[in-house]
């Protein structure tokens, strides 16, 4: 799907016996934090305990359901073909299993609703690349344990195809290749544990569509990208908790997710409408939430805590001196032009706590419809359809020259908590930024946007603010560019003006 992030500009590298004191990092670091066994007490969350506390199915079938035996292979899908459209199956305790080829699957027929009893198990035996596919809408799937089955890399396990209108509630899908889900318009994945899988726990991408109105709520999402793609194919901006693409309405809440390698929440391409309220996002290797290419957002009442940690400070070990944070917001901001619950990015009432560095807002200069740095190849702006229209001379001049952007704009950050102490963290240096900045433009030598002028439009012209926010710790602040680091009261003052109504205080640890 062509689905990447290194946006950047990595400076060169200074000589390998500099590294260590330029980044002010331990030697000896954690690799992680210690994975989760229960979220804090402080913190509760409907997905908290999901994954080891799984909600029991019904001991007796329903009346009316079909009855699928596990000791019959294949029972499972040969009942769904022979019953019409709107069949409720009840899985007996047990070990299900599907045919003998490697294709075999489930293919609901609209309105199925599919209920496992306590301990029933629908297993791929790490041979059937499928559990549930095909293209009708409305499927039910309840208390079951699906896991075991061999995807591929970018496809999926429960809801191969991407049909709409799926509800997934109770049910874990776990240790499964690839991703455990797929996702359709109006998809509801509730109270449900997804662990362990390959690649992600869901992978909310529809082929050559968008998708409208999915909910994410109270579920645990933990351990995804056992595979390490992002090791196995550097730069492929493939991996995480959730991936979300061309989402167009989005309600994530509640949900615990931890301890993932790789992002927990990664909001990629043209998505728009999210609201991510009232999540734990905790230990995960990369950062909490990326926002990125995307539109109109409202971010508020998350716990996030010792996220970025692995990736953070890999990358500061490399003499990376980007502010790489736990919330990135990247090329991605308030349109009131494509409609929404909002019209900007408003990050608030949220409590960050010990991560690698806060909130990065990001935008590549060299990245725009019809560039070659464009890693979302072929795609364009929500705002151009074409992406041939974004080409000079026009692209020079208004409305192309803004909209063949994707652009870091009208993003309000404030009433939040930062805390940082740098000894439960694990580092002296690069774990400490809040920043908005931008590469200088170079390329292609066409581009309306070389030299400073994306840096200077993020930093000043945009209406990027951070105020009224607490920090608590020895926080540092970028703007403009990685080489430009303030401290509070520089960040205040002009010519940036941020956190009007902030406070700044140091902590013990510091």
Partial sequence: MGIKWRHRVVPAAPLALALLAATGCDSTP??????????????????????????????????????????????LAAKTENSPPGTTFWLRPGRHTLGPGPYDQVLPKEGNRYLGAPGAVLDGRKFSQYAFGGTARDVTIRYLTVQGFAAPHDEGVVNHDMADGWVIEHATIQHNSGAGLMAGARQQVRASCLRGNG????????????????????NEITGNNTDDWERRQPGCGCTGG??????????IRGNWVHDNRGSGLWADNNNNDFRIEGNLLEA?????????????????????????WVEGRRYAEDGDDFPYATVYVSEAGGEPRVRARTDKIEIYRNVLEDNWSGITLWENADRFCNSPANTSTGYCTLLVKDTGRCARPAIATAPLYADCRWRTRRVDIHDNRFVLDKSVVGCTAMC???????????YPDWSPYRGERVAEAITHGQDNRWHDNVYVGPWKFV????GRVLDFGQWRDAPY????????????GG
């Fill in 479 to 482: 703007a403009h560019d990685p």
């Fill in 432 to 442: 400490d930024r809040m920043a908005v900045l931008a590469n200088f433009g170079t």
């Fill in 199 to 218: 690649q992600y726990g869901m992978n909310a991408y529809k082929t050559g569509d968008s998708i409208k109105g999915l909910v994410v709520e109270g």
């Fill in 30 to 75: 954690a690799a992680r934090p210690k994975p989760a066994a229960a979220p804090p007490a402080s913190v509760t969350v409907a997905g908290s305990g999901v994954c080891a506390e799984p909600a029991a199915g019904p001991a007796k079938a329903p009346a009316g359901a079909v009855t699928v035996d596990p000791g019959v292979a294949g029972d």
């Fill in 242 to 251: 959730v991936k979300f693409w061309a989402v167009d309405g989005a309600d």
């Fill in 284 to 308: 995960n290797d990369g950062a909490a939430l990326i926002y990125e290419t995307s539109y109109n957002a409202v971010i508020r009442n998350n716990t996030i805590r010792r996220n970025n």
């Fill in 497 to 508: 003006r941020q956190d009007a109504g902030s406070t700044l205080r140091a902590r013990a």
